[in-house]
């Protein structure tokens, strides 16, 4: 075993009695699949010689078995020495290493993810798991309900991977951010790894990733978690996009978007749509997003009385759904936007909203956001998201493309207020940066005039100065309805 000093450093991190669950990595060729079977034959070592286990299984995991057979089997095949042990394929074990009983018998079971269930009835003293965010949340939890051998009170699960990939999200959630009232938070650890951290990557390919563009230098050379390969809208910053929590004037037109869910998330968000113009004369549309419903579990009727109950606005101008809510039940019942406008009929003893199906294409839905995401004239993005939408914040960021329809989102993902969104947005009519907006638009020209006028902002990342600047053009704009209707 020839440890680099971050390998090794991820090693003490393992045998650390505070950590039950380690994730090394980062960026590309940090030497994440080197590190994790030599990780588990340590392992095994140190179980035998510290606490006299012996014999103990030791689950390596990949994703599938050409996977596991290229970045695992062949390896150890070719690295691990004949006097320590055999790769063997039998009854007892299936594929797997097995340690001599002289170095403690440990048995290395090499196995895939295709379906975690298999191993509900297998107990492991230890699991290691290469590229882990090419697996979904549940593959984890399932694989951690299998950590338990007699007489191991240090069992250990290390997972090795690059930022991307369907289980981004949740990887960066426990391991990274430790975002998470998961019962054992305090026992998650992260040992980030780059290239420079492996001594054997060659000095050309260093200089190839070097020269990348900056988004993907930020996920392949520094393996930030941020940016990450495959990930659809790189444009999104939490510095960028997020302001605090705001109410825009009842005066502008406001939105409501739905994705329905039951067991799955149901997300709905209010939107507010503002016309702005700076100093310059550049005039565009600007969409602040600032309330939120997310969850599971409750009906239509539950949904749509909360939300009835508790929006900071009266009324909204619109609201776009899910094209499925607009279909008859299958069991002959009335839809499921039919039933949110039954309830609000009864709430507000008249039509509070109707709702209007969202477009099919998927496509311009993904150019939709692309777009609003992009920086106006006045520095700040043509999206606004408010911190209390915490849920649309979370996600929207860790999407990635589909594998086969290589322009869409993946929809394996958690992408519900994304749905629920761009439903929204490619309703809203996208304006751009439009110099010297008098010239031939007449009425609309005048009602430019009587909104508030921005200050042109430099900085992309919102200050506290430029959030006051932006509630006190909220505060201030006098637009009526009807005029905004016309743009």
């Known amino acids: 075993m020839n440890l680099q000093p971050k390998q090794e450093q991820a090693i003490e991190a393992l045998l650390n009695p505070k950590c ?40 390596i995991f990949c994703e599938d078995y050409p996977t596991l057979k290229d970045r695992q089997i062949s390896r150890i095949d070719r690295e691990f020495p004949d006097w320590l042990g055999q790769l063997k394929d039998d009854a007892i074990h299936g594929l797997s290493f097995q340690v001599r009983e002289d170095y403690g018998g440990a048995v290395l079971m090499l196995r895939n993810l295709d379906d975690p269930s298999k191993y509900m009835s297998t107990e492991f003293a230890a699991i290691f798991v290469d590229e882990l965010t090419r697996n979904e949340e549940q593959t984890f939890q399932d694989l951690r ?17 690059n930022p991307g990939g369907i289980g981004h999200a949740w990887v960066k959630k426990l391991f990274v951010d ?40 930020k996920a392949y050379l520094d393996g930030s978690w941020d940016v990450f390969e495959g990930q659809v809208f790189t444009e999104f910053g939490r510095q960028t996009h997020v302001i605090k929590p705001i109410t825009p004037l009842r005066s502008m037109p406001h939105y409501l978007s739905f994705d329905w869910g039951y067991s799955a998330p149901f997300a709905s968000y209010a939107s507010a749509l503002i016309r702005m113009k700076s100093e310059d004369g550049q005039v565009f549309n600007r969409v602040v997003t600032y309330q939120e419903w997310y969850g599971t579990e409750k009906t ?57 199906p969202g477009t099919k294409n998927r496509l311009s839905r993904v150019a939709a956001v692309h777009n609003w995401l992009s920086i106006a004239p006045d520095g700040l993005p043509y999206w606004l998201i408010t911190e209390n939408c ?14 086969t329809k290589v322009e869409d989102v993946d929809t394996t993902q958690e992408d519900h207020a994304y749905d629920s969104a761009s439903y929204m947005l490619t309703q809203m009519k996208f304006i751009g940066a439009i110099g010297g907006i008098r010239r031939g638009l007449g009425m609309r020209g005048k009602m430019i005039e009587r909104i508030q006028r921005f200050k042109p902002m430099r900085a992309t990342i919102i200050t506290e ?23």
């Open 390 to 403: 915490v849920n649309l914040i979370r996600t929207l960021p860790m999407l990635v493309y589909d594998e």
């Open 178 to 217: 430790k975002n998470t009232d998961d019962p054992e938070h305090d026992r998650f650890f992260y040992v980030h790894a780059n290239v420079y951290d492996n001594k054997y990557v060659s000095k050309g390919y260093v200089k190839q990733l070097e020269s990348l563009p900056e988004q993907k230098k």
């Open 20 to 59: 039950k669950y380690l994730l090394y990595g980062g960026a590309m060729a940090g030497g994440k699949s080197y590190l994790l079977r030599w990780a588990a034959l340590y392992y095994t070592t140190w179980l035998a010689l510290e606490y006299g286990i012996r014999n103990a299984p030791i689950g």
């Open 145 to 161: 309900n299998r950590l338990r051998y007699p007489g191991v009170e240090q069992v250990k699960f290390m997972g090795a991977t």
């Open 300 to 356: 239509e009727r539950e949904w749509a009385t909360q939300i009835y109950k508790t929006s900071v606005m009266p009324r909204f101008d619109d609201g776009y759904c899910d094209p499925s809510m607009m279909n008859t039940k299958v069991d002959g019942s009335i839809s499921i936007s039919n039933e949110f406008e039954k309830v609000w009929d009864e709430l507000h003893k008249s039509r509070w909203l109707t709702l209007k």
């Open 465 to 487: 100065k430029q959030t006051d600047e932006l509630l006190k053009a909220f505060e201030t704009a006098k637009v009526q309805n009807r005029d905004w209707k016309s743009v």
